[in-house]
């Protein structure tokens, strides 16, 4: 079993947060497109970048799993780092083929990378460009460099440029929009709940079409689905909308209370929302209960990498009790985090950025029963002796809602009850 | 600017890190933005390394770029140093640090510390991996063995009567297609020929063995992509020989080790002797017969697609259709081997290029990549793995090389394994209409193995030879998408159907003879697996002959002018 951490202060969301910079073993935010591009069936994401770039998309994305994915990078050149007028007629080129190859594609994502940045090449006025001269494609431009975003802040830098374009809202009655990536077959749960409880409509963004978007307005009620959206919540916030407080869909409890925000907004009383999703709990409940005996008192240190982190320390300690060590964040936006931060319990560590390195040494330290972090890290660790949960499958798997809190569970109680199991 | 989507190498700083991975107490500090340690996963995920690399990231961002990046990597040298104490150091950048040169190299000089230190200088944007861990391994080299170098001209003395003969074997790196095993292999055959291996570098070797490369009689040089230029430079400073013969495949292998032979003033014969494959005899007995003149397409690494090319048409008895690779560097090689081939090579780090060329050689069997087995898989080909760029399933937990004698067996059975047997062939093509026979049916050998959807294509006349696929098996699928964790969409993405093959266009001076119906079918009668074949001669045939439309008679016609099934 674990050693407790020295000298923890006893006050739970309000422990001082350790800020750290070196080393990051984390993603930047081009990785986000390895969803994004599924999810949005008509856009196309155009990375332009450099060699590593590519490579980065090809490792990350499982070596050519998908033989012809909705994403390319243009790779740049020595020639193209000469001069713009160059890379304009290079950007044509590229954008020509690309279109021809792929007549359906309605939407074009201009990514910048760590390269595209640093030359300060101006995509933005490459993808006005394009688009006046397109015939009816639209060309969005964005970041997901390493040197501004953090692997999913790929995806809140993708949405946030898509806020402009939202339409306005001109109705008079509210609408719900739920904002982050989630599976699909999560979607049409949640909007069944919705739709008992007389919510709605409810629109996500981002759609299954880029090019047909949810409308804003004064009247827009928003849910973040996603711990990472946060940019895309303020500039929808600046069209008028308002941000719901609530924790992030997660186990039986974290979507009740999700939802019971929008219901509270839509003026439904408590006792209806419960007797709404009850079934939907009971089942969550039932499901996260099988893996409970396994992991109650066990502890778990968090390396940080999605901003997922708060709200699953904050479900495994609340609905499986476990004990979190230290909860690592790439990135820790006090505003729309604070209702994870009130059910965090007292004396967990928080830590913002990273110094691998030394976050290395704490780890083996705590000697925590599991530790959650990136695959570069996870087989040196399981190596040592730890016993590890890649960050990444929480990232790719459909976790939130009520259907799913028990794979939730599952997925941190696997690896334990693989080194059970094994006698080798 | 180049429009990839799949990338046959990564940047050469990859290529650095497979270097001072491959080294036991050698430290990488590389200057980059966060999101470049990637590069860590493809050591500790796809070839499941229990160790991360011996890599410092910079790791600089935005906000840094103003201010003094310099001082962050003076900070991360300093900090590398003391954490890991290496006994050298390589300290270089990626492409984004590239920009805003800071010279990592003259900083981390600068520092004097009491360790070697190597810059590296790996032009991110002319330059890919192989090149780079190539370039690696001689700075590395020229910096430590460079360090014992005799004075210019020195000549080598003859190795003393009864002194052991002894070699270093240079090239094999982490994260090497098989280079881990091919080392295992041609060690026991050296040693069969009483010849001492000094060094392995970089694959396991220690700086101060580095330093040392120098003593040895002579190299084995078994990965030029990645060995040339240092065994050159080892040739020039210390007169030290080298092999240029690349041990794949049984003729390939006697070819080398008689070369060793003469270097080492050795006989051949134990050497000969211990080239024990079972090839030569597998590949002779009667029931390969059917391996007769199948159509095969190449293409790799130079080293690999050569050796493989070679194998192919005399080990195998199969017939060279396309012969190409992506290394540019090497070129040369591979266009000396498809012209005594009589082929036009292709010289292209382009997938889309390749996928056009092997549909238009139409082959039965695709020597490739793991781009090309997609590629493949989505023109329903057979395929086998022979180069890299690696994927998880090119790490097997069992012996398997490549090279030397057991190398040859591991390519016979990996490159038979994939296609349908002689007297299966015969079934199907007899009772192609049996409908246990379909399209979607697969080798009787790999039952387990599910046949692929065929896949969507743009024009109607190419749909019917886009069929049944020979999959790779769920397993390996499943293997590669642990490896890379998406695991969870995999589960709602089919991995198989989700390729599309996109139009192809007829060049203008080839309009493609039509098909009538009736040929249409018969062609349907032909086993889908020389259906291509089939078709290609038939349109070649007709368009030879002035033949606009292709009926059942054209179909055999044709059949009777190129011959074979």
Known sequence: ?424 | MQLTVWTYEGPPHVGAMRVATGLEDVHYVLHAPQGDTYADLLFTMIERRDHRPPVTYTTFEARDLGGDTADLVVRSVKDAYERFKPSALLVGASCTAELIQDNPGGLAESLDLPIPVVPLELPSYQRKENWGAGETLYQLVRSLAGRRAPERGWKRPPRPEGSQASCNILGPTALGFRHRDDVTEIRRLLERMGIEVRVVAPLGATAEEITRLGEADFNVILYPEIADSAGRWLEKTFDQPRTTVIPIGVGATRDFVREVASLAGVSADPGLEAVETRLPWWSRSVDSTYLTGKRVFVFGDATHAVAAARVAQEEMGFEVVGLGTYSREFARDVRKAAKAMGLEPLITDDHLEVEDAIAAAAPELVLGTQMERHIAKRLGIFCAVISAPVHVQDFPARYAPQMGPEGANVLFDSWIHPLVMGLEEHLLGLFQEDFEFGDGAVPSHRHNERPAAPVMTATAEAEEDIVATPAPDAGEEAAAIAATALAASASTTDPVSTGTVLPREEPADTVAPQWTPDAQAELKRIPFFVRGKARKNTETFAREQGISEIDVETLYEAKAHFGGR
């Open chain 1, 1 to 424: 079993m674990s050693t407790p951490l020295p000298t923890l202060p006893d006050q739970g969301c309000d422990s001082p947060v350790l800020r750290e910079r070196g080393q990051r073993e984390v993603f930047c935010g081009l990785t986000g497109i390895l969803w994004l591009h599924r999810k949005m069936q008509d856009a196309f994401f155009l990375i332009v970048g450099s060699r590593t770039c590519a490579h980065l998309m090809q490792s990350a994305a499982g070596v050519m799993i998908f033989a012809e994915p909705r994403f390319g990078t243009a790779v740049m050149e020595e020639k193209d780092l000469a001069g713009m007028a160059v890379m304009d007629d290079e950007l044509d080129r590229v954008v020509g083929r690309l279109l021809e190859r792929r007549p359906e594609i309605r939407t074009i994502f201009l990514v910048g990378s760590c390269p595209s940045e640093v030359i300060k090449l101006d995509l933005g006025r490459a993808a006005e460009r394009l688009e006046e001269r397109s015939g009816g494609v639209r060309f969005v431009h964005y970041t997901g460099s390493g040197i501004e975003t953090t692997f999913t802040q790929g995806e809140d830098s993708c949405l946030t440029a898509l806020v402009p374009r939202l339409p306005d809202d001109e109705g008079s009655d509210p609408r719900l929009l739920v904002v982050g990536t989630l599976a699909d077959v999560v979607e049409e749960q949640l909007l069944r709940l919705f739709r008992e409880l007389n919510i709605g409509p409810v629109d996500f963004l981002p759609g299954r079409r880029a090019d047909v978007l949810p409308p804003v307005g004064a009247h827009t009620r928003i849910l973040a689905a996603q711990p990472w959206v946060n940019d895309t919540l303020r500039a929808l916030q600046r069209r008028g909308a308002e941000v719901l407080a609530a924790p992030y869909p997660l186990g039986a409890e974290g979507t009740t209370e999700w939802i019971r925000a929008a219901a509270r907004a839509w003026g439904i009383a408590d006792q209806e929302v419960d007797r709404v999703v009850a079934p939907a709990r009971d089942r969550a409940r039932r499901a996260i209960g099988r893996y409970r005996e396994a992991l109650e008192g066990r502890s778990i240190f968090f390396f940080p990498d999605s901003q997922l982190e708060i709200p699953l320390a904050r479900f495994l300690s609340s609905e499986l009790g476990m004990r979190p060590l230290e909860v690592g964040t790439p990135h820790l936006d006090g505003d729309f985090m604070s209702a994870e931060l009130d059910r965090l319990p007292a004396g967990v560590r928080l830590s913002e950025g990273q110094d691998v390195e030394r976050q290395l040494d704490r780890c083996r330290a705590a000697e925590p029963d599991l530790t959650v972090c990136g695959m570069g890290l996870a087989n040196p660790l399981e190596a040592e002796g730890l016993r590890t949960k890649w960050s990444i499958e929480l990232v790719f798997s459909p976790i939130q809602g009520f259907e799913q809190a028990g794979d939730l569970a599952e997925l941190f109680h696997r690896p334990l009850e693989r080194a059970q199991r094994l006698r080798v």
